[in-house]
Structure formats: C-alpha cells, structure tokens
C-alpha cells in the first residue's frame, strides 16, 4: 500500500499535466526504511517524448547523491501516460530497478480527470497496490 | 592501487550486499574485469557486446563515462566510480 499526502498527490498530478503531452517524471524521497514519501523530486524528461521518459543522467547522480547524504530513499518514483492507461508497460517493468520504490503511474489521456495507480516492480513482475490518501483535500 | 566503486540496490546481489566495493585498472574496462573476477556475474550487468550497457549509468567522479571514453575511460587510484540503473520507461 501507498500512503501519501494529498498535496503530494496533488503535485505529481499537477506535473504531470504540466508536461503533457510529454510524459513527466520525478521522485519522492523520503527517510530509508521509513515507507514514507516527503520531499517531492520533479525530474527533467531527457526523452522529451509523448511515450518515452528517462531521467536525465548527471540530474540523477546529483538526486540520488542527495538522497544518500540525508539518509533517504526514493520511496516514490513517478511518471505520467498520455495517451495509455496508468499501468505499467513493458518498458516500465523492464526498467524498473528500485525494488523497494513505489511505482505511480498517472495518466493524462483524459483532460478533466488524472488516473493515479500504484505498483510494485519487483524481479518483473508488477503488483497493483492500494493508495491511501492522507490529509485534507 | 584502489578504486571504489558505487553499487546500487540491485546489483548488490553480486557483492554480498556491499554498497561500495573497490578494484584495480587502468581504464573503466580493466577496473570491470577486476571487479567480475571477485563478484562474478558483475560485468555482464554493465556490459553487453557493444560496449556499455544503454539503460546503466556509469560515473567517473561527477561525470558520466559516455561523455568521456566509454570503457577506456582512464581511471586512477582515488577515482570514484558510481553505477546508477537508468531510470526510464513509458507509455508502450
């Protein structure tokens, strides 16, 4: 299961309609161990791509320095559709390498309404997992 | 003469769950062939026939090896290198 704020849960979605019809992507960090998401990590699209997202490599290593001198972890690790549902595609599963990470998936197909999903990837295989969403909308 | 080399999550399954490991070589390719021969299967995890693997980041220090020379990149005692799985996907 997912726990997450609203307001972050609002950003991601923000973000990703932002974006569109590029499909965005990011991180939320959060303390290592804790399942916690809390800092919210808009990424550049390197790909810049209706279909394809990649996170920009030095980006990365800045990001993922980070995390590691606060003693984080990415907890979430988000990216948007435009034009498919908010399940992982091929693609995603197979390059899904942060097996302790949350996978959202949303989708801006739809104009007045985001999909917002959850998943596990671990070892190719991919879990849906329930949201919660925490806090006052 | 050492090296350290970064590991991520994933593959820390070949180094006994070590987040950081070191080796010898005089280029990027030499240090990999150090490593494998220690943590075997490593390599191939970095390496495909044609050269380094796309969806791998590999850094020398702040930069990424495939704006320097790929696997014949120099390295030298005191280098970090640091291996980060791309992160990517999409819509198909």
């Known amino acids: 299961m997912l726990t997450i704020s609203s307001a972050l849960r609002a950003k991601i979605v923000a973000h990703a309609r932002a974006d569109h019809p590029d499909e965005a992507c990011g991180v939320i960090a959060g303390p290592a161990g804790s399942d916690r998401p809390e800092r919210f990590i808009p990424m550049l699209n390197a790909e810049r791509s209706p279909t394809f997202y990649r996170f920009d490599s030095l980006e990365q290593l800045r990001v993922w320095r980070e995390m590691d001198e606060r003693d984080e972890e990415p907890v979430v690790i988000y990216h948007s559709h435009t034009a498919t549902q908010a399940y992982p595609s091929r693609t995603d599963i197979s390059y899904a390498s942060e097996p302790e990470a949350h996978y959202v998936l949303v989708s801006t197909r739809e104009p007045d309404q985001a999909e917002f999903r959850s998943f596990r990837i671990v070892d190719g295989q991919v879990a849906e997992e329930e949201v919660r969403v925490a806090g006052a909308e | ?92």
């Open chain 2, 1 to 92: 003469m050492a090296i350290e080399v970064r590991i991520p999550t994933i593959l820390r399954t070949y180094t006994g769950g070590a987040k950081s490991v070191e080796g010898k070589g005089e280029t990027l390719g030499e240090l990999f062939d150090d490593l494998d021969s220690r943590h075997q299967g490593l390599r191939e995890r970095l390496v495909g026939d044609a050269g380094l693997r796309r969806f791998v980041n590999v850094y020398l220090n702040d930069e990424d090896v495939r704006f320097l020379g790929g696997l014949q990149t120099p390295v030298a005692d005191g280098d970090t290198v640091t291996v980060l799985p791309a992160v990517a996907g999409g819509g198909r």
